[in-house]
């Protein structure tokens, strides 16, 4: 039987695109505001000592009949492989889950400026971690060669 797991989101994506187009996030910049009632401005504290965070977030305008949970083309592409959904990050996965690494900008209180955020407007932030050398990956990274293609103008 699956473990039922609540969250609660700790803020939501103001600004940038309001729809999900595929490409040139790193051009969009929004604004990630926590919210008020769970966290004072000391929430930040420092955050503005690093350069970029991960954003946890929630694919909330995912509709149910665009869950995936086997395999699928990414895109639709057909001349992709069938790729299966834990290979890839699409946002019709099984719970909905987003992360990202983005630039900060700005931290001002409970507000972040941020650009490269692939998440839209009304998003609801889930967490927020500061990207550390330490736990970027160790050793050489390895992807197929349809990743590489996917990824060329996503940012």
Not at 34 to 63: C, M, W, Y
Request: a negative charge; one cysteine or more; aromatic letters at 8%.
């Amino acid at each position: 039987m699956p473990d039922t797991i609540s969250l609660t989101a700790i803020g939501h994506v103001r600004g940038g695109r309001s729809e999900p187009i595929d490409d040139d996030w790193d051009s969009v910049e929004a604004r990630i505001d926590l919210d008020p009632a769970q966290f004072k401005p000391d929430a930040t504290a420092s955050l503005g000592d690093f350069s970029h965070i991960e954003v946890i977030f929630h694919f909330n305008r995912v509709p149910d009949a665009e869950i995936n949970s086997g395999a699928r083309h990414p895109r639709g592409r057909s001349d992709w492989p069938l790729v299966g959904i834990f290979a890839q990050r699409g946002k019709g996965r099984p719970n909905r889950i987003g992360v990202t690494m983005c630039r900060i900008l700005s931290v001002d209180g409970l507000s972040l400026n941020v650009r490269g955020l692939d998440a839209i407007d009304g998003t609801p932030v889930l967490d927020i971690k500061p990207v550390m050398r330490g736990f970027l990956p160790r050793g050489d990274v390895r992807e197929p060669a349809w990743a590489r293609e996917l990824m060329a103008g996503y940012w």
